[in-house]
């Protein structure tokens, strides 16, 4: 069995699929605005059904619409956010390990052709591709992690966190998740890109195709991206233009005690289109001298 193609929308598929997922859909958010729905077991199982369609990967808690752009589906957040209410402190055991939690643990891996090494985690409502490698790492609920994927050892993958195919999750790397406010968009690594040890990307920002971050680059929604390629400085906020190689800076910020140096990113390079992605990151990584 292949494992599921990225979701290009929420509601493709047969009619009569559209139209249960809409149905779904109003249920789910009928229930988080009125919490007293849940005793209601068409509610419930709106809700159970939203985290069992996450964990299959029928549907995403974003999907791409264009270069670098993502839309938020806030109703599958909001099933998330219901589940921990629906669910029951249960105490799980695991060979010589004892966990004591709401969400069970993701199951049928060898089914779905996914590597989990000892002692990783996978939480029921992610979603991992078939090929993707999940070292002593954790990927939590909500989460989407793509075929050929690497999730290195200790490396996080935060509730909600989009992660593409064939990206690398060094070591140490932490992607941060987000479930409130339902609204706001989670962290997006798309395809191909290597993301360096010790890297945190958080609040939402989208590290765009086959770029390449650099070991300790921090990424928050207000961190300033430096490309110093040219003569003048270009800056973004938020997102890491694809192919873009990035490595961990700073510049000089004024302050009442003093001036003082505020972490920044610098793109100082591209990867390469004449070679394939792995001798294209590998020089990224030897002519910028990137430490990984």
């Known amino acids: 069995m292949r494992g599921a193609p990225p979701a290009r929308g929420l509601y493709e598929g047969r009619m009569s699929e559209s139209s249960m997922l809409r149905e779904e859909e109003q249920l789910v958010h009928a229930a988080f605005e009125d919490r007293t729905l849940l005793h209601d077991v068409t509610h ?35 099933a998330v956010l ?22 069970p643990l993701k199951k049928d891996l060898d089914r779905a052709g996914v590597r989990l090494v000892p002692p990783g ?7 991992v591709e078939r090929g993707a490698v999940v070292m002593p790492g954790y990927v939590n609920i909500g989460a989407y992690v793509g075929a050929g994927t690497m999730v290195d050892t200790w490396a996080t993958v935060g509730s909600c966190a989009q992660i593409g195919r064939d990206v690398h999750l060094s070591g140490g790397v932490g ?11 989670p962290v997006v690594i798309e395809d191909g890109a290597f993301i360096g040890s010790r890297c945190i ?4 920002v989208v590290v ?8 300790n680059v921090v990424l928050t929604s207000s961190t300033a991206i430096i490309d110093v390629t040219g003569p003048e400085p270009v800056e973004h906020r938020g997102r890491v233009p694809a192919r873009s190689v990035v490595i961990p800076g700073s510049r000089p910020k004024r302050f009442p005690a003093g001036e003082f140096g505020v972490t920044c990113a610098l793109i100082i390079g591209q990867r390469t289109e004449s070679t394939d992605r792995k001798t294209s990151l590998n020089a990224a990584l030897r002519d910028f001298g990137v430490s990984t």
């Open 44 to 78: 419930a199982n709106a809700v159970r059904s939203a985290l069992a369609r996450l964990d299959r990967g029928e549907v995403r808690i974003a999907t791409r619409v264009g270069p670098g752009s993502w839309t938020v589906h806030a109703w599958l957040k909001e």
């Open 121 to 127: 985690v996978i939480r029921y409502g992610a979603h």
């Open 208 to 215: 765009e195709q086959e770029a390449v971050l650099g070991a």
């Open 175 to 185: 992607i941060g998740g987000v479930l409130e406010p339902v609204q706001a968009s």
């Open 201 to 204: 990307v958080v609040e939402g």
């Open 82 to 103: 219901l589940y921990f209410q629906i669910q029951s402190l249960g105490k799980m055991e695991v060979g010589p390990f004892e966990f004591h939690d709401k969400v």
